[in-house]
């Protein structure tokens, strides 16, 4: 009995091991499933997603309208739409020779900015026609005081000199010696003015009295004349000492 029993459970067990190994055939394909499925929808970073659309997704570019710009005959060159260079149809065999010898060189004086027909300054005028008209050099203007000018440099201008007369009373001292003054010379070369520097008292009335008679020919600054400030001295010598 106990053989008959274990018998007919072995048999039930080898009767129901195909369904057992299907089952669990069926439930590893569901596990692989749940688990792999997931793993194929993962979607990349923002950037890169940004990426990938930007490089596999963008549109391609629209058809040139014949107002953008015109294109250049199909000679194998590159060709341009607008700003973009496009790929030529056929890549030449040979590199391309350009012949320059019949080119003019550039004119010094050429229009502006490479522009044609420019005038090459903002008031209208040609580079050549300016250089070729008269070039006026603006003239400073003159100055309000005195310009002091050298005792040597205005001794080359003194038209008239006038010999001081010696005080008899200095003279029978035997008082001699330099009287200096500081003198203004006007425009037309005349004495203006006369301070003493330096001297003695009893020469200088003399001095001044013979220096206001001298004339000068007129300082001239950029072609003007002008007042200026100069020394004068005068020599009193005894003759005979």
Known sequence: MFEEALFESAGHTRRSHPSTLLGFVLQCAAITAVVVAPLLHIEPPPQLRTLLTAVSFAPPPPAASPNVGAQAPHTGFSQTIGITVVQPPRIPAHPAI??????????????ANGVAGGTGSSTGHNISDLLSGPIVTPVPPAPTRPVPVSTGVMQGLLLASVRPVYPAMAQAAG?????????????????????????HPMLVAAAI????????????????????ETQITVNFVISGR
């Open 175 to 199: 008082i001699q010696g330099a009287v200096v003054l500081n003198a203004t010379i006007s425009r037309e070369g005349a004495i203006e003015n006369l301070r003493v520097e330096s001297g």
């Open 209 to 228: 009295e013979a220096v206001r008679q001298w004339r000068y020919r007129p300082y001239l600054l950029n072609g003007r004349p002008i007042e200026v």
């Open 98 to 111: 350009i012949n320059d010898e019949n080119v003019p060189p550039p004119s010094l004086f050429g229009s």
